[in-house]
């Protein structure tokens, strides 16, 4: 699924994540450190939202840094605090982010109805409550066809309810659609929702499988 290569994020000086030469398989995986160990430098770097030195393939032949427009369609992230444009409604940010994802036709509204947001999703991004920008990060990371799903502290803002509904959703497109998923989170995972997950271990500025 993805390979490392010389992977190398520094921030000035300090180096922030290093990985020389690691595969991960497709699964779900839970990167798990303490504050502070790179876990979401390590999402973004993947996501391809910051520069770093060396390469990450995906699927064997798709690199971030040769081909970033035909990664990053295959890779969606969402992060933990999520900021979209006020002015936009939750409706204008889901269009934007079907189109470019190529979401399938009614992807969008399924999702919509799924996590309960019909109430309030045309309404201005900047009227929403933290609980309201969470989910709809968690939907726009949903649209389309991707093979990995990245997903930056999910289980923290949401309600018990739409928790469950996340669960769901993650199981349904790894085992249905084979989609794979690297998330992080200083809660516990619910084994019985999702019983894949895998830890990965962020510690001394490397990842390793645990």
Known sequence: MLHFQKF???YGNFPALKIDDLSIQPGI???KGVNGSGKSTLLKSIAGILSFQGDIIL???ISITKQPVAYRKLVNFAEAEPLFPEFLTGMEM???FADAKGAPAGQA???IESMYMTGYVDRPVGSYSSGMLKKLSLLLAFLGRPDVILLD???ITIDVASL???YTWMAERHTQQ???FLLTSHQPLDHDELPAATELLVQDQTLNLV
Do not use: A, F, V
Request: hydrophobic letters at 35%; glycine letters at 4%; a neutral charge.
């Open 29 to 31: 995986y839970w990167i």
């Open 8 to 10: 190398e994020k520094r």
């Open 94 to 96: 889901i269009s934007l």
């Open 164 to 166: 469950k509904i996340l």
């Open 109 to 111: 509204q399924q999702l």
């Open 153 to 155: 502290e999910p289980l």
């Open 178 to 180: 084979g989609t794979s």
């Open 59 to 61: 699927n064997d032949n």
